[in-house]
């Protein structure tokens, strides 16, 4: 029996090509840069729940949280251009044991997953221990901001997400948790995953020193926004001092004045 495509499954996958093209349209997935997973599980149709396992892979740590669960997963080197033009020959949908020890591979073309994969289910299992409806993970490399995290005064999210928030009014409207700083440690490794979870209880986006953005959220067009509006802060305060000059930016006054009017919640 092969993989039994509905409409909802459909729309989430075209959604992945959609935004994949974004990533590699930005220039922040050079190769094989990058990664998504999104829990797919109510898309997912009894008819498929019971196939077979195309290959079969030990998690490297139990995620009982995620059990019988289904994801779609990008494939470990596979191009986010290629992800936008077919996610089922550059990703794969995997189905989580019932103990929670390994994963399964049912779509047919049977794509090896993501590196980052140890890093994208302890978050989102973590997510699901407490109740939130954070079901995805987008990681990508946007040059702005990873030039940013290269800045020895800028290791410091206080004064990072001060600069970001006053080169553009939106920036605090969209990112008003602001984004949460990761120093550096190997991709791929549970230690970034470990890292990485305690700044996501403040922020929905974080930067992985030196490396990319890590992002999470309930729909990939929202999460991809959050990175696309931090990156244009970025370039902004980037394009004035390329000029000669060290941006202005927004007073504590006029962003705090921003609270009110666009209802934001902290
Ligand atoms: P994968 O190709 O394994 O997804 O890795 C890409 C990446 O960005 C690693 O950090
Ligand atoms: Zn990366």
Redesign the pocket.
């Known amino acids: 029996m092969k993989l039994s495509i509905n409409n909802k499954l459909q729309a989430q996958l075209d959604e992945v090509a959609e935004i994949a093209g974004y990533l590699w349209e930005k220039g922040w997935a050079e ?5 998504i997973s999104i829990n797919v599980s109510e898309f997912i149709g009894d008819e498929n729940r019971n196939l077979s396992a195309q290959s079969k892979y030990p998690l490297p740590r139990n995620m009982k949280e995620l059990a019988g669960d289904f994801f779609f997963v ?5 191009r986010m251009r290629d992800v936008a033009k077919c996610p089922l020959s550059n990703g794969s949908i995997v189905r989580v044991s019932q103990d929670g020890d390994s994963y399964d591979v049912i779509s047919e073309e049977n794509v090896k ?5 140890a890093s994208h289910f302890s978050i989102l299992a973590s997510f699901k221990k407490k109740g939130s409806n954070n079901r995805l993970v987008l ?3 946007p040059t702005d901001l990873i030039a940013m995290s290269h800045i020895p005064e800028l290791k410091n999210e206080k004064a990072l997400n001060e600069l970001l928030w006053g080169m553009h009014p939106e920036t605090f409207i969209v990112v008003p948790r602001g984004i949460g700083l990761v120093p550096y440690e190997v ?2 490794t549970l230690a970034i995953a470990d890292l990485t979870l305690p700044t996501l209880d403040r922020h929905d986006i974080v930067i ?1 020193e030196k ?2 953005v890590f992002a999470v959220g309930e729909n990939l067009t929202d999460t991809f926004d959050l990175i696309d509006t931090l990156s244009k802060s970025a370039q902004i305060y980037a394009f004035a001092r390329t000029c000669g000059y060290t941006p202005e930016g927004l007073t504590k006054e006029q962003i705090q004045g921003l609270i009110e009017p666009f209802g934001i919640k902290l």
């Open positions: 190769r094989n840069a990058g990664n990008t494939g470990t080197g596979k997953p993501t590196s980052e994969l990681h990508t490399h991709p791929g992985w490396h990319g």
